[in-house]
């Protein structure tokens, strides 16, 4: 099968172009010989077509024809393979292929197609299936691309001419093995005269010497890259590149003025900010850091210079406390230096500069200050009260020199034990001092400027209380011990040993002996070891429960320092039953007591007997406790408060039926006897009485006492009572009604005028109403008043 190419014909012989194509060899060569072309070899097994077809109709691309073919329509051309019915069609009848779709050659270089020619009635395949290839002929429709663009790119500032600042690549989608289509050129369109592109390479360099970033930091240059090798009619694309020349240390420092003027208060403490400072750099980033340092000047010891945390500004500090009144005033020359140097630029130093800085000190009003900055005293506990302990001493350091004031800080000495002489400064002690109790006192001493008692300056003053032997020994822990009956004569029972709260330099010493009253006892004796301790030893054996079950031994105490102190313990030794190893066994001696016969039931019988009787007891004082009697100690001279609301004079004591005469015998119990009460009418104001503390009524000593603590009592509560109505009524009696001497008490149709009763009859009635007499001020005696 002969493949035609109809894009080979239009390459190699343009004029066949126009004719039709033979099918044989012979109407081949015959037609070739008529043209005169010479007979060229044909590649059957690819075509080539021309990206980027603009036309309307179809592509023709070439022509598939079968030896077989007698042009009957008999034969049918199939076309398989990459774009077959897609991008390419075949005219089953002629065999002619034809591309329906816009070929490209960057997206798609050759297609791989299969062709093969079968029986139109039979579909049986004539010939094999013969593979071919489709390759697109490239042409430049691609222009070059800068596919990283736009660039950033630096160069040092001052650099020389030819330094390279950056390397471009353009890219061309062309075929760079056909033609010029993607052979690249560079050139520059804007940032001359400052950089240049090599055409070729495309690698931008410096073309201006001594570039300053100072002066100009950024620019902007614009890179073209054309096809064709730069000729006329190559697609061109361009790029931009945005260079920053970055920083060299070419600029020395230099401070903005030549004499700084600073000032701060005396009372400014150490680390205190005096000012700040600062050489000023043309150059940024590390080549501007700088380092100050004070080369000169009186102040170098007082004040110190840091660099701050950019590197940037030098930091004054107070180095050492000022005082105006020693010195107003200093000065400081201060240098200022690059930290980091290039030794290609050393010509254009020095990279430093110097200054000049003055400080004032601005005097304050400053506290009072004492002349040491803390006390220490050692004083004895038994020092007299009113004891000079020590005398601190502050002056005001201004030029004012005011008077000081002196106290104590009550919250270091909250006991008050110490007084201090406000003018003086002399502390002395008010209380007595005991090193037991309270070893040291941290006292807190306040001086105060007269004419501003704002300034307060304090100190510490450290008392010690030195100790003094005033504290007798004791014996420690072991107050009782005991003894076995079985204990032999000379058996240690006990080993004792004293304290002693005092601390004595050379450290304790005690002494141990017995009370003189029981140097003599016949049962137990004491040895001192010499050593702070003693040992209780027996005198004798046989002791025995059942004849004494504990001894009392004095021991007698004493120490070793002056003066001598001593005390005298007493130890209880109880004699106990113990087993063979000495171990107690029972101290109880009524276990030893109990009859041999006595049996256990017997032991239940006698207990029985006991609690019956103690109930019996208890019941007997409970029914006395519940009999009535009256309250009150003198039955003669008993006086009751009862307030009754009647309407008809009472018959007196005689009369039992209008009240419960027993409520007024005992006022404490009329409120719980609800049933006796008057039966006629109701009480409106309860009796008071129980309301008045009955230590008044029923307190030891004559009956003046009684009455008037009951009458003061009713005061009182008169008086602390908001709720009381505004008046006292005191109504006592004790005797009145028929058979009575004073007759009939009572107010009923007694106000027949508005003049006040005389009552000096009252003295006429005997002593039983001699308290009335007494109440009512018609006392014939010149006793004063009882309140």
Not at 402 to 422: G, H, Q
Request: charged letters at 25%.
């Amino acid at each position: 099968m002969t493949h035609i190419n109809r894009n080979e014909c239009v390459q190699n012989l343009r004029l066949i172009c126009a004719l039709p194509f033979f099918s044989s060899k012979e109407e081949h060569v015959r037609n070739s010989a008529l043209l005169q072309r010479a007979k060229r070899s044909w590649v059957w097994n690819q075509f080539f077509v021309l990206e980027e077809y603009t036309g309307l109709e179809p592509l023709y691309i070439g022509k598939l024809h079968s030896d077989m073919d007698k042009g009957d329509g008999s034969i049918k051309y199939i076309l398989t393979g990459e774009g077959a019915g897609t991008t390419f069609t075949i005219d089953d009848s002629t065999g002619d292929i034809h591309a329906i779709q816009r070929l490209d050659r960057e997206v798609k270089a050759q297609y791989i197609l299969r062709a093969q020619a079968r029986n139109r009635l039979t579909d049986r395949p004539l010939e094999p299936e013969s593979e071919f290839i489709v390759k697109i002929q490239d042409i430049n429709d691609n222009e070059p691309r800068f596919l990283d663009g736009p660039y950033q790119a630096t160069v040092p500032e001052m650099s020389k001419i030819g330094t390279s600042v950056i390397q471009l690549t353009a890219t061309d989608a062309d075929d760079p093995t056909y033609g010029n289509s993607a052979r690249v050129v560079y050139s520059i369109l804007e940032g001359q005269p400052y950089f240049s592109v090599d055409a070729k390479t495309g690698v931008v360099r410096v073309s201006l010497a001594d570039m300053d970033r100072e002066t100009r930091e950024n620019y902007t240059v614009v890179i073209q890259a054309k096809d064709m090798g730069g000729q006329l009619g190559g697609l061109a694309g361009t790029t931009t590149i945005n260079i920053t020349l970055s920083d060299i240390n070419d600029n020395p420092p230099m401070f903005d003025q030549r004499l700084y003027q600073m000032s701060i208060p005396e009372s400014a403490p150490v680390g205190s900010v005096v000012g700040r400072i600062w050489a000023k750099d043309r150059d940024i980033g590390v080549n501007a850091e700088m380092k100050y340092s004070i080369i000169d000047g009186d102040g170098r010891d007082t004040f110190d210079i840091s660099t701050d945390p950019t590197n940037l500004f030098g930091i004054i500090t107070v180095k050492k406390p000022l005082n105006f009144e020693n010195k107003p005033s200093y000065t400081l020359k201060v240098e200022g230096a690059n930290t980091h140097l290039d030794p290609a630029f050393r010509h254009r130093g020095p990279f430093k500069d110097v200054t000049i800085v003055h400080v004032s000190i601005e005097d304050v009003d400053e506290p009072p200050q004492f002349d040491l900055p803390a006390y220490y005293v050692e004083l004895p506990e038994d020092a007299e009260i009113g004891t000079m302990v020590k005398t601190v001493s502050a002056r005001d350091p201004d030029a004012a020199n005011n008077t000081v004031r002196y106290s104590i800080d009550r919250s270091s000495d909250p006991d008050k034990y110490f007084y201090i002489e406000i003018t003086s400064g002399s502390l002395m002690t008010v209380r007595s001092l005991d090193r037991e109790e309270v070893g040291w006192h941290n006292i807190t001493i306040l001086a105060m400027e007269m004419n501003n008692p704002t300034q307060i300056a304090s100190v510490s003053v450290a008392v010690r209380v030195l100790d003094v032997n005033d504290n007798p020994p004791s014996l420690m822990h072991y107050l009782e011990a005991y003894v076995c009956e079985n204990a032999k004569a000379g058996q240690l029972i006990q080993t004792v040993t004293a304290v002693d709260p005092d601390e004595p330099l050379g450290g304790q010493h005690f002494y141990y002996s017995l009370a003189p009253e029981a140097v003599n006892n016949p049962n137990f004796t004491l040895k001192d070891n010499q050593d702070n301790t003693a040992w209780i030893l027996t005198r004798r054996g046989g002791w025995s429960q059942q004849d004494q079950t504990v001894f009392y031994l004095p021991i007698f105490i004493s120490d070793g320092e002056q003066p001598v102190q001593s005390s005298t313990s007493t130890l209880t030794i109880r004699v106990c039953s113990c087993d063979q190893e000495g171990n107690v066994m029972s101290c109880n001696a009524e276990a030893y007591s109990l009859p041999a016969s006595l049996s256990r039931g017997a032991l239940i019988a006698i207990l029985a007997c006991i609690f019956v009787l103690l109930v019996m007891i208890l019941l007997m004082l409970s029914l006395r406790t519940h009999r009535k009697k009256p309250y009150l100690c003198d039955e003669e001279e008993n006086v009751h408060e009862n307030i009754v609301r009647y309407d008809d004079e009472g018959g007196g004591e005689e009369d039992t039926e209008a009240f419960d005469i027993a409520a007024m015998w005992n006022p404490r119990e009329a409120h719980h006897h609800l049933g006796k009460m008057r039966q006629d009418m109701l009480p409106e104001i309860e009796s008071l009485s129980r309301y008045v503390p009955q230590a008044c009524v029923m307190g030891g000593g004559s009956g003046d006492s009684n009455v008037h603590g009951y009458v003061l009592a009713k005061l009182l509560e008169a008086d602390m009572d908001p709720c009381a109505p505004p008046y006292d009524s005191l109504q006592t009696y004790a005797y009145e009604g028929e058979g009575s001497v004073a007759e009939s008490l009572s107010s009923l149709q007694s106000g027949t005028s508005n003049t006040d009763h005389e009552y000096d009859y009252l003295n006429d009635w005997g002593p039983r109403f001699k308290k009335l007499a007494e109440m009512y001020g018609v006392l014939e005696t010149n006793s004063p008043p009882l309140w």
